[in-house]
């Protein structure tokens, strides 16, 4: 078979198609950015509302509940285990942004990293963005 030369409208076309893709590559970038933006503030957020909430809440129910811990070692041994499982779950609401915010940021660079080219198909991944991708959804 024969190669036909591409004629002025095909290359045209062409090269609309691939400024097309790479406009959608552009709209994404933009897109994980608020994303990224709006991850770090929860992140910088998270300590506060951790800092405040918890340690209200710890101090609030050992006020409440000092008489009957006072003195009784196994009331205090669960108490210190409630304790222990509310500093987990304060740990894991700081930590959840700032993974999301990792993820976030792996992506873009998956974005950033695609091969843009005039031919089809206009844009592919290499192997910088196949391994951020991979992180972004690791830390998703």
């Not at 036909?4 to 709209?27: C, F, N």
């Not at 940021?105 to 005039?118: G, V």
């Not at 192997?127 to 998703?140: H, Q, Y």
């Amino acid at each position: 078979m024969a190669e036909t030369e591409e004629t002025e409208k095909q290359h045209d076309l062409r090269i609309r198609s691939a400024e097309r893709a790479h406009d959608q590559d552009l709209k994404g970038r933009e897109i994980h950015n608020k994303q990224i933006e709006a991850f770090s503030v929860a992140a910088m957020r998270a300590p506060a509302l951790v800092a405040a909430g918890g340690v209200a809440a710890s101090l609030g129910f050992y006020s409440a509940n000092y008489n009957r811990l006072v003195g009784k070692a196994d009331a205090l041994a669960l108490f210190n285990h409630s304790l222990t499982w509310m500093l987990g779950g304060l740990l894991f609401t700081i930590v959840a942004p700032g993974l999301a915010y990792f993820s976030q940021l792996a992506y873009l660079d998956a974005l950033d990293s695609r091969m843009q080219d005039w031919e089809y198909p206009y844009s592919h991944d290499t192997r910088r963005s196949k391994i951020a991708t991979w992180v972004g959804d690791f830390f998703r």
